[in-house]
């Protein structure tokens, strides 16, 4: 485990801040709000897909090709990070492609984030995303442990066995239904057993989708509320499109692979449930992963028909939703300006430079 004092020296030998990102996910978001705020920018890019960052050239001050995403962790990069004052940006790919273990053991540049709480994402942690939400008293979907006792709609959740990114999402009405979705993923080599060993069946919540995106460090005023948006998936999305009597003559694999994004708002009279629940969040983590959250996270929720939020999903770094960026109205009855998570992290990166306290919004 690298230590926190090592980071911390590292960062207050810091002058001109960089912002580093891995060249996927939300790169352009975070780039994006990093120019908004006046810092220099370096991305990592895996040969081959360098193509966005060169296009949207007003971004990236700097792109470096990789052979393999992995090899931003090599010493060598490692030390031009540090050489070049470089604070590194996480999200969802930089902890699959560099891996929990690389990040918390030998990657020793400074993170905006809590390197510590990465891992805590996963379901089979020992101290998940349920565990918190517990902590938190925030509702979440009932589990069932043991397939055989499924007895209602319920959602398996396992991870692609070829797309580490990917989760190989699928619904069950009850055991004979498992075992014959499952026995079928396996053999068409979505999952793997092994996988599927590990997985977890939630109760399906019935409601209206919405992502709530937060924003909270150690220097922060508040937890701020950024936005909502809702994800759009295939083919899920497009076979929900169609009426029913085309639905039943159509024999298909439901996958709901997200592919993008769409905005959305909620009704004023619910923003003070939602308000609570990022505060309730922030204050159960900080109590089980010192120094507490750091930076932006999301809780993916439902609403129910009697207005209950119940939270299916926790991201502990940039969520994958530039579009807050430009549509949300949140930031701007708060700032007088409406912008998204990259530019947020960028705003306290700088604050905490100015205030002498960059070590606080690192690890």
């Known amino acids: 485990m690298i230590k926190s004092s090592e980071i911390k020296k590292i960062v207050n030998d810091y002058s001109d801040v960089k912002i580093g990102v891995l060249g996927s996910h939300s790169a352009l ?16 890019c895996q040969k081959g897909r360098e193509g966005p960052y060169q296009r949207f050239g007003r971004i990236a001050d700097e792109i470096i090709v990789l052979n393999k995403f992995k090899e931003m962790a090599s010493a060598k990069n490692q030390k031009m990070l540090r050489d070049s004052n470089t604070i590194i940006v996480p999200h969802r790919s930089l902890t699959v492609y560099l891996g929990y273990k690389t990040i918390e053991n030998s990657f020793k540049v400074p993170i905006f984030g809590n390197r510590k709480l990465f891992q805590a994402e996963e379901r089979t942690a020992k101290k998940g995303q349920y565990y918190l939400l517990e902590k938190a008293r ?8 043991d397939p055989k006792k ?4 319920c959602i398996v959740k396992v991870q692609e066995k070829n797309r580490p990114l990917e989760r190989a999402f699928f619904t069950v009405s009850s055991y004979k239904d498992f075992v014959e979705k499952s026995e079928s993923k396996i053999k068409q080599g979505v999952i793997s057993r092994k996988d599927l060993e590990k997985s977890s069946i939630e109760e399906l919540a019935i409601g209206t989708y919405m992502n709530f995106n937060f924003f909270h460090t150690p220097i922060s005023d508040q937890v701020d509320f950024i936005g909502i948006e809702r994800r759009l998936q ?8 169609l009426p029913a009597k085309q639905q039943l003559d159509i024999d298909v ?11 959305a708002s909620i009704r004023e009279s619910l923003l003070e449930k939602v308000i609570k629940m990022g505060d309730k969040f922030v204050d159960a983590v900080k109590k089980e992963y010192a120094p507490g959250i750091i930076g932006p996270f999301s809780l993916q929720s439902v609403i129910t028909k009697d207005l209950e939020l119940i939270v299916y999903d926790v991201s502990l770094r940039v969520p994958g939703n530039p579009i807050v960026a430009t549509t949300s109205p ?12 990259g530019r947020r992290i960028a705003m306290e990166i700088k604050r905490a430079q100015e205030e002498g306290r960059l070590d606080e919004i690192v690890t």
């Open 330 to 341: 949140y930031t701007k009855y708060q700032y007088g300006t409406t912008f998204g998570i």
């Open 29 to 44: 978001e975070i780039m994006d709000g990093a120019k908004d705020e006046d810092f220099q920018t370096t991305v990592f």
């Open 150 to 153: 499924i007895n209602k709609p």
């Open 234 to 241: 295939t083919n899920i999305h497009d076979y929900n499109a």
């Open 138 to 145: 925030i509702k979440y979907p009932k589990l069932f442990k």
């Open 253 to 263: 694999d439901l996958q709901n692979i997200e592919v993008g994004h769409t905005p």
